[in-house]
């Protein structure tokens, strides 16, 4: 049997998370924790019955703990409830299933506690890797990749030696604007860039995916995952997301995991690893996709990719200024407070201003976050 914890229960990565959890029958759920959507939060600890439940909004926190008065669950707020959920005893698995780096402390308050991590929130990994990967190695904890890319190259990585990898193949859908201009995209509304062509997920990831910012989030994350060289990674156009990433070795052997796009195999594997599970859904019909077919990115119309790189080349603490500016240009845009292109635009801005720390320590990163909020504040006149 095992048992789980889930950071961010209601989101996408997280109730598929469940599913897997209820289609096995054999996981046990240890504690769950979202932002606000109590609704979803209660009917999840009547199925689950988790010992501790974490809300982030402390009024619907409290209003929560009283309509689950009758059940065994605890319920518990704001970053003290994910940090005391990321230390508490009797799990084996934490999901990091937040959006965002508000998953850093809990993340790395689990790898000190021994728990091993399935990681779907990438943007802690760009963020804090150079904190994180040696707490993993000093604790021997184990990082599950959970995000489709990495899952695959962690798969394709298996029975393998880690200094043979001569390239990492990143795919990349190209989301719902491959091929378009950057005057094409100047009037792109929220509506037209939560469109994705393959992937149903959360609203964040999906404009991450539009922007090309997500392959840039993954390219770093890959580099902290499997501690390969930013020029060793190169990302592949591959429209249909048929092949969810692969790995060139030093003698030229290419390994590719292919599957139909869905974000249950990569949960399962993690949660199961190393054993794989049977599971129902689709599968492959070769005969029928005829082809596969594979483009280069447009890192000019698509500055997202050429900023991630830039970030992640310059490393310490622009990152950090990478990703934070993002989040805070994506919920702008999404509250349609700025335009499609500014996205891109803040960010780039966001890193020429910044002074780069080299190592940043925790509270370095999460300063670094909130000086680049400020300064896209100040920017707007706030
Ligand atoms: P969603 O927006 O669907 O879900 C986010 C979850 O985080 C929700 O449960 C939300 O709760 C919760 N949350 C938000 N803010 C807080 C907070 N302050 N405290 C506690 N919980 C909070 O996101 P996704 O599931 O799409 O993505 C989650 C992570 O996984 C991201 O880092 C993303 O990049 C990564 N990922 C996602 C993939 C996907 O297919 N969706 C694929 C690969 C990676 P509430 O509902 O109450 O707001
Ligand atoms: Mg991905």
């Keep these: 049997m095992k048992t789980i914890a889930i950071l961010g229960s209601t989101g996408s990565i997280g109730t598929q998370t469940l599913e ?29 019955s988790p010992k501790l439940c974490g809300v982030w909004d402390e009024e619907r926190a409290k209003e929560l703990a009283v309509r689950v008065a009758d059940t065994g669950t605890r319920i518990v707020s704001g970053m003290d409830g994910l940090m005391e959920i990321a230390q508490m005893d009797g799990y084996e698995i934490l999901v990091t299933a937040v ?21 779907a929130n990438k943007e802690t990994l760009v963020t804090a890797g150079h904190l994180i990967m040696p707490l993993v190695k000093e604790n021997h904890v184990r990082l599950l ?24 193949l990143l795919t990349a859908s190209g989301g719902p604007f491959r091929g378009m201009t950057r ?38 994350e890959a580099r902290w995952l499997f501690d390969v060289d930013l020029d060793r990674i190169q990302v592949v156009v591959q429209p249909k997301s048929i092949i969810h990433s692969m790995v060139q070795f030093t003698d030229g052997a290419v390994m590719a995991q292919l599957g139909t796009p869905d974000m249950k195999l990569p949960i399962q594997y993690a949660l199961y690893y190393p054993e794989r599970r049977p599971m129902g859904g689709g599968r492959l019909d070769f005969w029928e996709l005829g082809q596969i077919t594979f483009e280069r990115p447009d890192p000019e119309n698509f500055r997202g990719l050429a900023l991630a790189y ?16 993002n989040e805070k240009a994506v919920a702008m845009f999404l509250n349609r407070e700025i335009s499609y292109l500014e996205i891109t635009d803040l960010i780039e801005a ?10 940043p320590s925790l509270e370095e990163v999460l300063e670094a976050e909130q000086e680049t909020y400020r300064f896209i504040e100040s920017r707007f006149g706030r």
């Design 183 to 220: 005057e094409q995209m100047k009037h792109m509304k929220p509506e037209d860039a939560l469109k994705h062509p393959n992937w149903s997920m959360g609203r964040k990831i999906t404009i991450d995916s539009s922007t090309m910012v997500n392959k840039g989030l993954e390219v770093m």
């Design 350 to 359: 966001s890193m020429d201003h910044h002074k780069k720390i080299e190592a």
């Design 99 to 119: 959006v965002g780096m508000i998953g850093i402390r809990p993340t790395i308050a689990a790898i000190r506690a021994g728990k091993d991590i399935a990681l």
């Design 145 to 168: 990749p959970v995000d489709s890319e990495h899952s695959a190259i962690f798969q394709c990585l298996n029975g393998e030696h880690r200094n043979k990898i001569e390239k990492i």
């Design 20 to 48: 897997v959890v209820r289609e096995n029958g054999d996981i046990t759920v240890a504690a769950i924790a979202a932002g606000s959507n109590i609704d979803m939060l209660e009917a999840q600890i009547r199925e689950f």
């Design 310 to 325: 830039r970030a992640g080349r310059e490393g310490g603490s622009v990152p950090v200024v990478f990703n934070a500016a």
